[in-house]
């Protein structure tokens, strides 16, 4: 019998309950465990080692979501399918990697058979199971154990609030791990060199910001507001950027400038000299940064134009914030 709008949304609440009730459980039962297999990671990584993670059916999908996971934080990483192991594909495995073990129960027999070949070739094996007691967490170096109260099947037989806790647990260690290390926007970006998120991180504001006739530039001790104004209008932007003698910014002239000198600048305020309106300095940024930067500052002081400068605080490009979405920055 087909299940009434109310209902369906009331189920689909009561899962996700039950799926947070899980994660809650495993946060209260995190302990030094943890701590000993991010430290044993760490002593993998610092050897020049790799991460295996194995798993059999729905923890298979777990384990491959990590190794992704953990690749894309720069830790070398393989899933093995424990099957394909047992008939070649232990060449992966290497003396001084660390296996991290999916099972739910601890009691998955192929999960068991690969245990002491792991150790035989010399890996640190770790159990990340729901069962603290389980054959295959007494078994391994290390253990990481998540709760799951129940599940949100309500035959309670399909894996959901398990294998939730189970990616929360396994991302809560690639997290951990990215910040021990150390790693930075940048070190990030040199793994994700392409789509929106490479992009993203890549691309520096010398690669966006307009020059050229693009970016206006204009002797403050000689323009008036008219001439900024047209100067703005012929490259298309908000702003134009004001030099002293010798290049360098001396303040910035925007649309918004332009608004309140009309205001208040008198019937000629078209003639009047343009450094009586500008905002002396204004915010600016290097050409050198991520273009992420300039992103922060648009966000942070509610600007719409930023002008680029060289070493010597000269103005060499403009940003339009307009410009980001295009570029698919925001």
């Known amino acids: 019998m087909p299940l009434d709008a109310p209902t369906i ?24 465990d943890f701590v000993a297999v991010v430290r044993a990671v760490e002593a993998t990584l610092g050897a020049g080692r790799k991460l295996i993670f194995s798993g059999v059916g729905k923890s298979a999908h777990i384990a491959q979501k990590l190794t992704g996971t953990f690749n894309s ?82 035959l309670a037989l399909a894996p959901t609030a398990s294998t939730t806790a189970a990616l929360a647990l396994g991302d809560a260690l690639a997290m951990v791990l990215l910040e021990s290390r150390g790693l930075t926007r940048e070190d990030f970006a040199k793994y994700h060199p392409a789509g929106t998120l490479g992009m993203t991180l890549l691309l520096r504001v010398k690669d966006i910001m307009r020059t050229g006739e693009g970016c206006p530039r204009l002797p403050e001790a000689k323009t008036t507001v008219q001439e900024a104004i047209l100067a703005m209008t012929g490259a298309k932007s908000g702003a134009v950027a004001l030099t002293t003698p010798d290049g360098k910014l001396a303040g ?71 410009d980001l979405p295009k570029l698919k920055i925001l």
């Open 9 to 32: 949304l009331a189920k689909a609440r009561q899962c996700l309950a039950i799926e947070r009730e899980a994660l809650d459980a495993t946060a209260g039962v995190l302990n030094e």
């Open 73 to 154: 934080t720069g830790v070398p990483s393989s899933f093995l399918d424990p099957t394909n192991a047992l008939h070649g594909d232990l060449g992966l495995c290497a003396s001084g990697d660390l296996a991290i073990m999916l099972s739910n129960s601890g009691a998955t027999e192929e999960m068991l058979r690969l245990l002491p070949i792991f150790e035989r070739f010399g890996l640190t094996t770790v159990a990340l199971t729901g069962v603290a007691e389980s054959e295959l967490a007494r078994g391994a170096d290390h253990r990481l154990v998540y709760r799951a109260p129940r599940e949100a099947c309500p």
């Open 252 to 322: 910035i002239f925007t649309d918004g400038d332009f608004r309140r000198t009309a205001l208040k600048g008198g019937a000629d305020f078209l003639q009047q000299p343009v450094g009586q309106f500008m905002t002396r300095g204004g915010k600016t940024i290097s050409a050198d940064v991520l273009a992420v930067e300039a992103l922060k500052l648009f966000q942070e002081f509610k600007i719409s134009d930023l002008f680029a400068l060289d070493a010597e605080g000269r103005p060499i490009g403009y940003i339009d914030v307009q």
